[in-house]
């Protein structure tokens, strides 16, 4: 009776099971959710796969339930919105392929769209938990996405020549002004001094005719001319305002020095002829007989050949031919009872370009140094991003232009000194 019993209910669940099996109501379970696997790159138009392995028994509800993918360095959400399951690898979140949630059977491929679109660019990492009838308590699935598009990288190549370009025009700038500011210095002080000369000149009497004193005059305004800005490029004495990309001649700075010698050795002896020639014509102021003109004229125009010769006469040279001269004029002019007043004293120019200059050379070397601290910052701050395969973000951008301009600006900048120019000066 006993093994009756027994048999029956074997037959019983034998009959149970296969019944089930052929209704596929009893079939084991299996559910198994597999990502890319690995990193992968992709458009913000494109979608990213995910594989669903389903046993018999079909999933329903399939859907992603969170999403903890976000970009590794502002940790902003890859999908703000969730996540679709998709049939087709591309098209738009609002394609009629794409749902919240889907019923799958089988094994088969999905893929994933974010519901609000994807961002521009980055690198997004982390994991979505992807649930089901099957595993209400969902499945962790690993990601790893790049995002960027040709165009981007293209951008990029052309932010890191632009940041080239900044870095050549900031640095031959900056480099081209202070240099050529400091070498500037002598030839600004010896201006004034000629001004000083000049300025004394123009107070002599009008009475007295220009063409008396016309060697003293050209004398002058050679000087000054060789001491202009375009004069002094000219001769490769100092650095054009904007230096060329190819490259530029080296300066002269024994020419410079030359000149400079040269010029200084004229200013006392112009000085001293201007003197005389302002005392010589001093009666005119009051008195104007032909006969005092006369006079005056011949005296001046003496002094006038002292300034001809190239080489400029030494003090003592020019004491010694004023002296006769101006003894015979004031002889002449007792005789006409002319009195022969004091000499007046020449007028001086402001030394406002070379204090320029200095406060130039002072901002310039300011903003030097701040240039080298910003630099240097972002170059800390920032890497090469060419490399990275989410290339196309903001700060990505911003780096390519920080490499561009790079860490030598600052020592380029740096090492035009003052004493450098100083001492190629000095020879």
């Known amino acids: 009776m006993r093994k009756r019993t027994t048999r029956y209910i074997v037959s019983i669940i034998g009959l149970l099971v296969l019944s089930a099996v052929a209704n596929g109501q009893g079939a084991p379970l299996a559910w198994a959710v597999h990502g890319p696997g690995a990193a992968i790159t992709v458009t913000p138009d494109d979608r990213f796969p995910i594989v669903f392995v389903i046993g018999a028994q079909p999933a329903n509800n399939v859907r992603v339930l969170s999403s903890s993918v976000a970009e590794q360095d502002d940790r902003t959400s890859i999908a703000k919105q969730g996540f679709l399951l998709c049939t087709a690898a591309q098209g738009a979140p609002t394609d009629p392929d794409c749902k919240v949630s889907v019923n799958i059977t089988g094994t088969g491929t999905y893929w994933l769209q974010a519901a609000g679109g994807l961002p521009s660019a980055g690198h997004y990492t982390g994991s979505i938990l992807v649930s089901s009838s099957v595993k209400p308590e ?4 690993a990601l790893d996405v790049y995002i960027s598009t040709a165009w981007q ?11 080239v370009g900044l870095s050549w025009l900031l640095t031959e700038w900056l480099r081209t002004r202070h240099t050529r ?11 004034e001094q000629l001004q000083r000369v000049a300025d004394a000149l123009d107070t002599v009497p009008k009475a007295l005719p220009t063409s008396t004193f016309d060697h003293t005059t050209r004398r002058l305004r050679s000087l000054q001319d060789r001491l202009t800005e ?3 490029e000219r001769e490769r004495f100092i650095p054009r305002s904007i230096s060329s990309p190819f ?3 080296a300066l002269d700075a024994q020419g410079y020095k030359a000149l400079i010698e040269a010029v200084q050795k004229w200013i006392d002896p112009l000085l001293g002829v201007v003197a005389a020639i302002r005392k010589a014509a001093e009666p005119l102021l009051t008195d104007g007989r032909k006969e005092v003109l006369a006079l005056v004229e011949a005296a001046v125009s003496q002094v006038d ?5 190239d080489a400029p006469p030494t003090a003592s040279t020019l004491a010694t031919k004023l002296t006769p001269i101006q003894a ?25 370009s070379a204090q320029q200059i200095q406060l130039d050379l002072a901002r310039s070397g300011a903003l030097a140094w701040a240039l080298t601290a910003v630099i240097t910052t972002l170059i800390g701050w920032y890497v090469v991003v060419l490399s990275d395969l989410g290339f196309g973000t903001c700060r990505d951008y911003v780096m390519c232009v920080a490499w561009g301009l790079g860490l030598p600006i600052g020592a380029g900048l740096l090492q035009q000194t003052r004493q450098s120019v ?3 000066l000095k020879g």
């Open 138 to 141: 969902g499945e962790s699935v």
């Open 153 to 163: 990288k293209f951008f990029g190549a052309v932010a890191v020549l632009v940041g």
């Open 181 to 191: 500011a400091e070498l500037l210095v002598p030839a600004a002080f010896l201006r």
């Open 230 to 232: 375009t004069a002094l």
């Open 247 to 249: 490259g530029a001649p």
């Open 305 to 309: 050949q002292l300034v001809i010769d």
């Open 328 to 352: 015979t004029l004031e002889s002449e002019l007792r005789k006409l009872s002319v009195p022969v007043p004091a000499p007046v004293a020449g007028a001086s120019a402001a030394g406002a």
């Open 422 to 424: 100083v001492t190629a």
